[in-house]
């Protein structure tokens, strides 16, 4: 008996570990925020051109953040840290693809 009690403490400090209710909220208020803020800018003309897509590129980037820390528990990952590894990884590929086909698409001139 006494090592189902111990089973089941274990599984419920493993649920503990996924996240609360409080923070799933703020993480979803969060995100409405990050999202609303884009949308107020460039519907009611506030920005237009450069700003809106600054302002826009960084809501995304917050947004991101957010998604990782409040639902994807990247800051409660123990040692060794393979999942944030491999984010940093899939980051560098993509931007390497992305800013190589730019700098292609930039750079490709066709001779005659």
């Not at 703020?26 to 519907?43: D, E, K, R, Y």
């Not at 993509?94 to 490709?108: A, P, Q, R, T």
């Amino acid at each position: 008996m006494a090592q189902h009690q111990t089973h089941s403490h274990d599984s419920h400090g493993e649920h503990e570990s996924h996240g609360s209710l409080k923070s799933y909220v703020l993480g979803f208020v969060l995100s409405l925020i990050l999202t609303a803020i884009p949308l107020i800018f460039v519907l009611n003309d506030i920005v237009e051109g450069t700003a809106a897509n600054v302002i826009l590129l960084a809501t995304a980037v917050l947004q991101f953040v957010v998604q990782l820390f409040f639902f994807m528990h990247l800051r409660e990952e123990k040692k060794p840290r393979w999942n944030l590894m491999a984010l940093i990884l899939g980051l560098v590929i993509v931007l390497v693809i992305v800013l190589g086909s730019i700098w292609i698409m930039g750079n490709n001139e066709v001779y005659q």
